[in-house]
């Protein structure tokens, strides 16, 4: 898929209208280099590409920005469990297959995963927002490296 920056703007535009945000260059740049990682990357890692468009941004103002979209419900955590901050700037529904020991994050697609649906009562006044469902494992780099290190 290829989206001229102009394309982009529009697209960005809209998006932080539609969620109660100024559009400013700034953010505009950090949620374009968000929207390009396809790797649920940290905030250092969105601070290093951001870096080389607006050098003399500081990793205060990508992590203040970070929390903003998170607030404004244009990016989301991949997993609020595991340490270290992941970021998604996938919106559509979708579900992700960790690997359990380099944390590379790859994403399913929703159709893939059969229907996750919880049918028990939630907890009394617990108000659900999305659902996930993480699948653990080993990639194939990972797997290997481990056989080379036992044979
Ligand atoms: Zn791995
Ligand atoms: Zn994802």
Do not use: W
Request: glycine share 6%.
């Amino acid at each position: 898929m290829t989206q001229s920056s102009g394309d982009f703007t529009a697209m960005f535009r809209d998006l932080s209208q539609r969620h109660g945000l100024a559009c400013t260059h700034q953010r505009q740049v950090i949620y374009q280099a968000l929207v390009t990682a396809k790797d649920h990357p940290t905030p250092e890692a969105i601070y290093e590409s951001v870096r080389a468009r607006i050098p003399s941004i500081s990793l205060g103002t990508v992590y203040k920005n970070i929390k903003t979209f998170l607030e404004a419900g244009m990016l989301n955590e991949v997993s609020l469990h595991h340490g270290s901050l992941r970021l998604d700037a996938r919106l559509e529904p979708h579900h992700h297959l960790v690997c359990r020991v380099c944390r590379n994050i790859v994403d399913l697609d929703e159709p893939d995963v059969a229907p996750a649906s919880y049918t028990g009562r939630l907890p009394r006044g617990f108000r659900l927002e999305r659902q996930n469902v993480e699948f653990i494992g080993i990639c194939a780099s990972c797997a290997k490296q481990q056989s080379s290190l036992t044979t």
